[in-house]
């Protein structure tokens, strides 16, 4: 299948990049950046052509890989999916519901497969440890802490313009909420609050009762990084594992996934864009609720 890259950031040179060039069932035929001479120099390195129009890259291509600030890949997902295109993209899938129902509606509308790449959910420990709970039920709550320090010197994220301004809400409160959910269950209701250092606190109730609370923050003491996710039900206490596989590696199970659903025909993957939608659902009222200092309930979709 032929690939089309749009970003030509850290993630997108070292995980879309890399897996895709890697890929035996895929060809990457180029690339388009809002930065000329980065998306030159990212499509020289994997010998391709640098696309100076989105629409041209998108007309090149069968599928697109999409690693780009959520607003600007919605966007792009939007133009792609009308014209017929695969969807590969990373999470959040937007920064608005509005923008996520659009690509939602836009993939519908044409029949196009999709993925969102939530990085733990391709690893093979994680997503057997996800699957064998959601199975076994009987979860009563779950503790998440992801403490992230991006801000340093030498990160490839620390200039990172959506990430500062969005904070670990919107950049690793998706790979919380892409665990927890097959787990527990829908959202139904939110309450959050900040705390120092760019902390943010999550109290999520879930379908049939279920409780969670998330902490997340970005800016972390390099000494405090930390990455923990505890389930508590009636069979005891598990804890999620650690992936052991690297990010450009679980990036090509994506795109296994992706090839699967384009060959079966199907349109039911458990991490398409109805389900970041969903993701986004629970990040914008948590924002909400973070700002008028209130509980937000969700509405069934």
């Not at 959040?92 to 959910?121: H, I, K, N």
């Amino acid at each position: 299948m032929r690939f089309g890259l749009f970003g030509t950031g850290h993630w997108a040179a070292q995980t879309h990049g890399a897996a895709l060039d890697a890929h035996p069932r895929a060809e990457l035929v180029g690339v388009w950046g809002r930065n000329r001479e980065r998306a030159a120099a990212l499509a020289t390195r994997y010998g391709v052509e640098a696309y100076d129009e989105v629409d041209a890259l998108i007309e090149a291509c069968e599928a697109v890989a999409v690693a780009l600030p959520p607003d600007v890949q919605a966007e792009i997902a939007v133009r792609a999916a009308t014209a017929g295109r695969h969807l590969l993209l990373d999470k959040p899938l937007a920064l608005t519901v509005a923008d996520a129902d659009r690509v939602v509606d836009a993939a519908a509308g044409s029949g196009v497969a999709s993925v969102v790449f939530f990085t733990a959910r391709y690893q093979p420990e994680v997503a057997g440890f996800v699957a064998a709970a959601a199975a076994a039920g009987g979860w009563q709550t779950a503790n998440v802490i992801r403490f992230a320090s991006i801000f340093q010197p030498g990160s490839p994220y620390a200039q990172s313009p959506w990430r500062r301004e969005r904070g670990a809400l919107w950049d690793i409160g998706p790979h919380a909420l892409a665990i927890l959910l097959p787990v527990l269950g829908r959202v139904t209701r939110v309450a959050a609050g900040d705390g120092a250092g760019g902390l943010v606190h999550l109290l999520l109730t879930h379908d049939g009762g279920a409780t969670s609370s998330v902490s997340l923050t970005l800016d972390a003491p390099p000494a405090a990084v930390a990455a923990e996710f505890t389930f508590y039900g009636d069979n005891g206490v598990e804890t999620l594992p650690s992936g052991g596989a690297s990010s450009a590696t679980a990036f090509g199970v994506a795109i296994d996934q992706l090839l699967a659903e384009v060959d079966a025909g199907t349109r039911d993957h458990r991490c398409d864009v109805r389900f970041g939608r969903e993701v986004v659902s629970v990040l914008a009222a948590a924002e909400t609720a973070r700002a008028q200092g209130t509980v937000i309930d969700l509405p069934a979709r």
